[in-house]
């Protein structure tokens, strides 16, 4: 059982717009950086959003994220067969003084 | 480029040890917090112990705490972990990150490719 709960799955057709949510609690997300990742089979995470809301240079501006009290959310507009991959949220954790990840959500793109 | 080459990973019985190296290159070692996150086969990921950028703070997982030590030689830009009584259930790819910044409340940015280690009779 995730410290942060995602939905095991999403979906979208191409062109559309998907969010995925990430809730936590006082300890977690309301109080520290929320960060995105995403992962394809086979390969190690990559990173696509930090603090809340900001881009690594090269990840498109489709994807973008937003914090509010417990929750997270990472939205993915303009949907691409290319973003069908295992999303997870991430953050420090006070009172566990470690990182806690969401269990992931697998996105598939119809 | 930030270059993170995880090794050491391998087969070893129940109760055994074994010790993960991470080797970075690419940017300014000291500066940044460093970490071990894993995933077992099909599963999410889990994050294990992260070490401030001096090597003064660390913490753990609660599922490790007491068996696993994280460490770091920044002369040699080498990230550690030492694994011992290990379980069935640590079973898993091991990904050495890189964190954003020199505090362990960071979490990361980059990370290795990943070494697969193996608990089994």
């Not at chain 1, 995602?6 to 977690?28: D, L």
């Not at chain 2, 294990?48 to 920044?74: C, E, H, L, P, Q």
């Amino acid at each position: 059982q995730s410290v942060l709960t995602q939905p095991p799955s999403a979906s979208g057709t191409p062109g559309q717009r998907v969010t995925i949510s990430c809730s936590g609690s006082s300890s977690n997300i309301e109080n520290n950086d929320v960060y995105w990742y995403q992962q394809f089979p086979g390969t190690a995470p990559k990173l696509l959003i930090y603090r809340e809301n900001q881009r690594p240079s090269g990840v498109p501006d489709r994807f973008s994220g937003s914090k509010s009290g417990t929750s997270a959310s990472l939205a993915i507009s303009g949907l691409r067969s290319e973003d069908e991959a295992d999303y997870y949220c991430a953050t420090w954790d006070d009172s566990l003084r470690g990182w806690v990840f969401g269990g992931g959500t697998k996105l598939t793109v119809l | 480029e930030v270059q993170l080459l995880d090794s050491g990973g391998g087969l070893v019985q129940p109760g055994g040890s074994l010790r993960l190296s991470c080797a970075a290159s690419g940017f300014t070692f000291t500066l940044y917090a460093m970490s071990w996150v894993r995933q077992a086969p099909g599963k999410g990921l889990e994050w294990v112990s992260v070490i401030s950028g001096s090597g003064g703070s660390a913490y753990y997982a609660g599922s490790v705490k007491g068996r696993f030590t994280i460490s770091r030689d920044n002369s040699k830009n080498t990230l550690y972990l030492q694994m011992s009584s290990l379980r069935a259930e640590d079973t898993a790819i091991y990904y050495c990150a890189k964190t954003r910044g020199v505090l362990p409340r960071t979490l990361p940015d980059s990370w290795g490719q990943g070494t697969l280690v193996t608990v089994s009779s």
